[in-house]
């Protein structure tokens, strides 16, 4: 499964790469992120709501308010990264999730996606309302 980003918001760079410092302010910006635990080593246990499978990442690229990238291992494997470029309008965030599923749920690709596209989708309401609401 593959998801592909490129969304623009009133919001700074500094402001965009806070909700992506760690796994652990996941949950800020993603509120189907329910629970992290930190497993050492840079790797974190992150719940997801209505799953009993939680993601395991870690950041693998930290450049402070230009771009985050991480992986996954375990049950979900994969990759994802976000890249933060200042607009006249804000910040452009681009980027990409590959997530493999595990072999037995192969069978429920389509409506995985659609749920991990649905969190993603909050996230991107929640910055788009931010800056509404600071006004």
Known sequence: ???????TFAITPAEAYDFYKTPADWPRLFKAFTKVTDRGDGWYTVWIKRTPIP?????????????????????WSGDGAVRFEL?????????HETIALPRLLQFMER??????????????????????DAK
């Open 55 to 75: 993601l395991i990442a870690k950041i693998t690229v930290d450049e402070p308010d230009e771009r985050v990238a991480w992986d996954f291992r375990g049950t």
């Open 111 to 132: 409506h995985l996606e659609s749920g991990f596209a649905a969190v993603w989708e909050g996230g991107w309401r929640r910055l788009r309302k931010r800056r509404t």
């Open 1 to 7: 499964m593959h998801l592909a980003f490129d969304e």
């Open 87 to 95: 607009t006249d309008t804000g910040t452009r965030i681009t980027g």
